[in-house]
């Protein structure tokens, strides 16, 4: 199984915005994705066509299991 951390912007034009991290760490903490999340609207590192990220909106991590099916 493959887990991925979804972070979710506004950005200046009021849209949503993801900025995604895969094989993120079974351990991540809270903590440690505020902190992502901070960074990323202090340094304003990242824009989007939207324009500039102004506000952390959410934070989920994804799970996918994929399952192989054999074909004859």
Do not use: K, Y
């Not at 901070?38 to 989920?60: H, Q």
């Amino acid at each position: 199984m493959s887990q991925r951390l979804e972070m979710r912007f506004t950005n200046a034009g009021g849209r949503i915005t993801t900025i995604s991290v895969e094989n993120v760490r079974e351990d991540v903490t809270p903590a440690e994705v505020q902190a992502a999340v901070d960074a990323i609207l202090a340094r304003n590192i990242f824009t989007s066509s939207g324009g500039d990220l102004v506000a952390a909106e959410s934070a989920r991590i994804v799970s996918t299991e994929i399952t192989e099916i054999p074909l004859a």
